[in-house]
């Protein structure tokens, strides 16, 4: 059911889906790229050191990451 009203209208309404860059991006191997990618934005526990630091505003403590 297409409507005039950009708000509610579908997305496949919207996107020209012979466009080459859409083909392409249903060509790619996105379960692979996400398995690939994954680790790198995983959540670490890290170790971290406060420190204290002097900046324009005074004094505070930070907590840094130590690699």
Do not use: C, Y
Request: negative net charge; charged residues 20%.
């Amino acid at each position: 059911m297409p409507t005039d009203d950009f708000f509610h209208a579908r997305l496949d309404q919207m996107i020209d889906l012979h466009h080459p860059l859409v083909i392409l991006a249903n060509r790619l191997p996105w379960p692979d790229i996400e398995a690939a990618l994954a680790p790198a934005f995983e959540r670490k526990n890290r170790q971290g050191q406060v420190v204290e630091f002097s900046d324009i505003f005074g004094t505070a403590l930070a907590t840094v990451a130590q690699e």
